[in-house]
């Protein structure tokens, strides 16, 4: 997919939540999520304290015509839940090929709502994506089984840098195959 085609991102309906393009309102409670060192340390990118801005930042990012990087807010207000639960993304590789990624609220784990977020996105599959990455930070077994059981098999250990613990964390990666 040509960067010229990324305009419009679906709102995608799933059983207890929408996942939907990130607005400038989601920025509070957002930052207030992200702000806790739980969220920050399960993420590469995340920084902890988060700075003034970067969700601000983040949403402007994820509203750019010339994104590569698709971003939704899992919400649960028209269910009873949350207005945010927590985001998903996929990021675009080359040869058809997107990597995933996500988290949720800490007010929110062990709901199934991560496994769901993630299923639903497959399901969709907005990039037409052949083949979708992830990786867990080994430390995290939890975050390691939404994976399987969306589906996902395990590739291979490695290791990616996590901007809140300002260090080189040991990662599972894991792919799917998408079938048509």
């Not at 059983?15 to 400038?24: A, T």
């Not at 990118?45 to 994820?62: F, N, Q």
Request: contains cysteine; glycine residues 6%.
């Amino acid at each position: 997919m040509m960067h010229e085609e990324i305009i419009i991102q679906d709102t995608i309906s799933a059983e207890r939540f929408v996942l939907r393009p990130c607005r400038k309102s989601d920025a509070g409670l957002i930052a207030m999520y992200a702000g806790d060192d739980r969220v920050a340390r399960g993420t590469r990118a995340m920084p902890h304290p988060l700075p003034p801005g970067a969700v601000e930042a983040m949403i402007e990012r994820a509203n750019h015509k010339d994104r590569t990087e698709d971003i939704w807010v899992i919400d649960g207000s028209s269910f009873g839940h949350a207005e945010a639960l927590g985001l998903i993304s996929l990021d675009r590789m080359d040869r058809q090929q997107s990597e995933i990624f996500y988290w949720i609220a800490p007010a929110f784990w062990n709901t199934g709502f991560a496994t769901e977020a993630v299923r639903t996105l497959i399901a969709h599959n907005p990039h037409r994506a052949e083949r979708i990455f992830a990786e867990a930070f080994q430390d995290n077994p939890q975050s390691a089984r939404v994976l399987t059981n969306a589906g996902f098999d395990y590739l291979g250990d490695a290791e990616a840098y996590s901007v809140a613990r300002q260090a080189t964390v040991p990662t599972w990666t894991y792919t799917l195959k998408i079938t048509p």
